[in-house]
């Protein structure tokens, strides 16, 4: 983000002094340039994601939010993205293990949370997208999720006199197409930054960041068995694994689905373990209701097969102590200041 700010500002002073210099630009002086502040968290790294090529303004934002929000991306205009992401569930699907989308159609897997975006290298379960701004697209066109073309989604939101302002305020005039549209939506998404939670309390020394012995100790048995694949500070590494989830009749193949390579079998983008308490059912299938039985698949129901992560071959047994002190530390890694952020919220 740093060199994101950086440009902006070499391109601010830049089309300043041009400005001065010969006749203002309506479209420049139309565009609602307050910058909106991404910060990075401590000791995070940069992201992967830093809106280089995207204005970063408030009204971009503001754009970008009501069309997550706006069922007219849709088919039947009855579902939004934020019907399957849903912000009181850090923007998953709570209760539901697959998606659901236009006529109650059934998808195949479980809609991620959407947090901390900018860091992630690529999208979906099996990274079949790489890029964030082009990722709006699937849904949209998805048969069993919003089932809808753009053409027809610019004609629905070129009759509404709202949305042509707010083009106008976010990209300098009232021209509505797909790529402002996908802009907008990587906007909104990319400050969707959840990093409040009890331990980045404590890894900031701050107030609310006192941990208790039991989450200290679950803290040590997270870094032992969990924390190769669900890395600090985001909580995943973003690579693919085989956590050996028994195969189901979906027999979803992950990776290989993309790659069609034989050792990517059964590979899935290491999720983040940030505000479980928000997003059950978990698994890219929605497949456990809860952490108990997540931790049950660890300790005793790993699927042997050859793209099985060596280290997960015998499971991860814990006592019932090291079990309550683990749930106790995972339970720190929830923000609440996230999902009531009224920043995020569906707008009036
Ligand atoms: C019908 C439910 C549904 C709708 C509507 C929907 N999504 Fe999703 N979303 C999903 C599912 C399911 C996945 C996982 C897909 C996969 O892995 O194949 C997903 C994945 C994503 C991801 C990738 C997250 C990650 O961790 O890789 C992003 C970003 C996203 N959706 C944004 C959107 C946006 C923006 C819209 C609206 C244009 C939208 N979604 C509409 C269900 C939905
Ligand atoms: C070898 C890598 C690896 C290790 C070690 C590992 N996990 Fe996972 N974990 C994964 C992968 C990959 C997934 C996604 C699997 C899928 O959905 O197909 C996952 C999924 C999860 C989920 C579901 C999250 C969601 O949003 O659906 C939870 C919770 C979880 N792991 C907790 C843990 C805990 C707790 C530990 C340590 C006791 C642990 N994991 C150890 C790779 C690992």
Request: glycine share 6%.
């Amino acid at each position: 983000m740093k060199k994101g700010i950086i440009i902006a500002a070499i391109l601010s002073i830049a089309s300043a002094s041009l400005f001065t210099a010969c006749k203002p630009d309506p479209d420049f002086d139309a565009v609602k340039t307050e910058e909106l502040s991404f910060k990075i968290p401590q000791g995070w790294p940069i992201p992967y994601y830093q809106f280089e090529n995207n204005k970063v303004s408030q009204a971009n934002f503001e754009l970008g939010r009501k069309l997550f929000f706006d069922t007219r991306l849709s088919k039947d205009n009855t579902i939004s993205c934020g019907s399957c992401h849903q912000a009181f569930s850090a923007f998953a699907q709570l209760d539901h293990a697959v998606s659901h989308g236009v006529q109650d159609k059934l998808g195949t897997r479980n809609s991620p949370a959407l947090f901390n975006l900018n860091w992630h290298t690529s999208f979906f379960w099996d990274g079949g997208v790489n890029h964030i701004e082009s990722q709006p697209i699937n849904p949209i066109q998805n048969p069993v999720e919003m089932d809808e073309n753009l053409g027809n989604i610019i004609t629905k939101l070129s009759a509404d006199n709202t949305y042509k302002q707010m083009f106008t305020s976010a990209w300098g005039n009232d021209t509505i197409n797909s790529q402002r549209i996908f802009k907008s939506l990587a906007m909104f998404m990319g400050m969707l930054v959840s990093s409040n939670s009890k331990y980045d309390k404590y890894k900031r020394g701050e107030a609310g960041g006192n941990m208790t012995a039991e989450e200290l100790s679950g803290y040590e048995i997270y870094k032992a068995k969990c924390s190769s694949c669900h890395t600090e500070p985001l909580f995943s590494d973003f690579s693919y694994k085989n956590n050996g989830l028994p195969p189901t009749s979906v027999n979803d193949s992950g990776r290989a689905h993309i790659t069609r390579a034989a050792a990517d079998m059964y590979k899935f983008k290491v999720p983040s373990l940030r505000n479980l308490a928000y997003t059950m059912p978990f698994m890219h299938d929605g497949r456990f209701d809860n952490l108990d039985r997540v931790l049950d698949h660890y300790a005793g129901g790993i699927h042997q097969s050859p793209t099985l992560e060596p280290q997960l071959q015998n499971g991860i047994q814990l006592n019932s102590q090291q079990r309550s002190d683990l749930l106790a530390f995972l339970n720190t890694l929830n923000d609440e200041s996230f999902v009531k952020d009224s920043r995020f919220q569906q707008p009036k």
